[in-house]
């Protein structure tokens, strides 16, 4: 069974830093979609970044270069560097996984199989 724990949560203020990390357990295969969705309160899901199998990555346009999505050589690690954060980066950041090499051209589509329970980020301004 799959498990994902994400870490590296807090508050920071405006232009601020921080790095998620999720730990993925029971992961057998290397080349799997993998991405961050985010939820801040009384509002939609949405996605942040993805990456494929092949290390492809897509970014939501709120993050565009601001936020990194990476990986560790293993890829049972999944990174997310938060640079210049602003208040509406707020919300409950979740790692998630699924057993398909691509992922969806929308970063914010598709299923995902796999989630984690979330880590908080909170920015203030």
């Known amino acids: 069974q799959v498990q994902l724990v994400e870490s590296g949560g807090g508050s920071v203020q405006a232009g601020g830093s921080l790095r998620l990390s999720c730990a993925a357990f029971?992961?057998?295969?290397?080349?799997?979609?993998m991405g961050w969705f985010r939820q801040a309160p009384e509002k939609q899901r949405e996605g942040v970044a993805t990456?494929?199998?092949?290390?492809?990555?897509r970014y939501a346009d709120s993050v565009k270069g601001r936020f990194t999505i990476s990986q560790d050589n293993g890829k049972d690690t999944l990174y997310l560097q938060m640079n210049s954060l602003k208040p509406t980066d707020t919300g409950m950041y979740y790692c998630?996984?699924?057993?398909?090499?691509?992922?969806?051209?929308?970063?914010?589509?598709?299923?995902?199989?796999?989630w984690g329970q979330g880590t908080q980020v909170t920015v203030s301004s």
């Open positions: 998630v996984i699924d057993p398909r090499f691509f992922c969806s051209v929308g970063v914010s589509d598709g299923s995902y199989k796999y």
């Open positions: 990456v494929d199998g092949n290390g492809f990555t």
């Open positions: 029971g992961v057998t295969h290397s080349g799997y979609c």
